[in-house]
C-alpha cells in the first residue's frame, strides 16, 4: 500500500518568513495530493491540492510543487502569519471512489509573532 | 464546498455502553464514506471505507464487530462504537466523496467521544 513520510514533524519560522514541508510517497499509481491545515480540536481543512498532471499548483500564499519522478511534494507558505499557526498534514491517493488518503504523520508549524 | 456533517460533537459514555456518530453529507449523494480515528498529536487513522448499500470494508487492525458501519442512504453513514472501553476514547472523523472525475473528499467536524 501507500505509505507517506512528512518531514520535519516540527517547524518554527518568524512572522514574514516562508515555510517549506516536504512529503514523499511510495505508490507511483497516487495522483492526487492534497494538503490539509488541522487546528486543534477541528476537522482537516483542505488548503490546496495538485494533481499529477501537474508541477505546481498556487493560491496567493501557499504554493504546492509536485516532482513525480523522485515520487515527492512540497508545501510552501509565503509571508506566514501567526494565524497559519496549524498542524499540516500532507496525503497522497489514486483516482477512484474508493481510494482511501494515506496521510502523512504531521507538522506542526509555529509562526512566532 | 460540500458539506459534511457529524451528530454528536461530543459524548461521554461509560464503560460497556454503545455509543452511535452519525456523518452525513448535506448536499451531495456520497457514493462513498470513510471513518477516521484520531488520537491526541497523531494523524488520521483509516479505520474503513463505507459504501452505501454494501458491507464497509475494515482496515487491518479494526474490529468490525466492535466498530459497526451502516451506510444505509446517499447521504448518511453511521459508525457505532459497541461496548466501548476507555481506550476508545478518540476523536472520529468522517468524510464523504463527492462524485466526480477526482472524487474529492470532505471531512466532517469530528466527534469526540470519552469513555469513562
Known amino acids: 500500500g501507500e505509505n507517506v513520510e512528512q518531514h520535519p514533524s516540527t517547524l518554527s519560522v518568524q512572522e514574514g518568513d516562508s515555510a517549506v514541508i516536504k512529503c514523499t510517497y511510495s505508490?507511483?499509481?497516487?495522483?492526487?495530493f492534497p494538503w490539509y491545515k488541522q487546528e486543534l480540536g477541528k476537522r482537516p481543512q483542505l488548503i490546496i491540492d495538485?494533481?499529477?498532471?501537474?508541477g505546481e499548483k498556487k493560491d496567493q500564499r501557499i504554493a504546492v510543487t509536485l516532482n513525480k519522478t523522485a515520487k515527492h511534494f512540497s508545501l510552501h507558505i509565503t509571508e506566514t502569519q501567526p494565524e497559519d499557526s496549524a498542524v499540516y498534514f500532507c496525503a497522497a491517493r489514486r483516482t477512484g471512489a474508493n481510494s482511501k488518503l494515506t496521510f502523512g504523520k504531521g507538522i506542526t508549524l509555529s509562526v512566532r509573532p | 464546498g460540500a458539506v459534511v456533517s457529524q451528530h454528536p460533537s461530543w459524548v461521554i459514555c461509560k464503560s460497556g455502553t454503545s455509543v452511535k456518530i452519525e456523518c452525513r453529507s448535506l448536499d451531495f449523494q456520497a457514493t462513498t464514506m470513510f471513518w477516521y480515528r484520531q488520537f491526541p498529536k497523531q494523524s488520521l487513522m483509516l479505520m474503513a471505507t463505507s459504501n452505501e448499500g454494501s458491507k464497509a470494508t475494515y482496515e487491518q487492525g479494526v474490529e468490525k464487530d466492535k466498530f459497526l458501519i451502516n451506510h444505509a442512504s446517499l447521504t448518511l453513514s453511521t459508525l457505532t462504537v459497541t461496548s466501548a472501553h476507555p481506550e476508545d476514547s478518540s476523536f472520529y472523523i468522517c468524510s464523504a466523496s463527492q462524485p466526480g472525475i477526482y472524487y474529492e473528499q470532505y471531512f466532517g467536524p469530528g466527534t469526540r467521544l470519552t469513555v469513562t
Open positions: 495538485i494533481r499529477s498532471n501537474v
Open positions: 505508490d507511483s499509481a497516487s495522483n492526487y
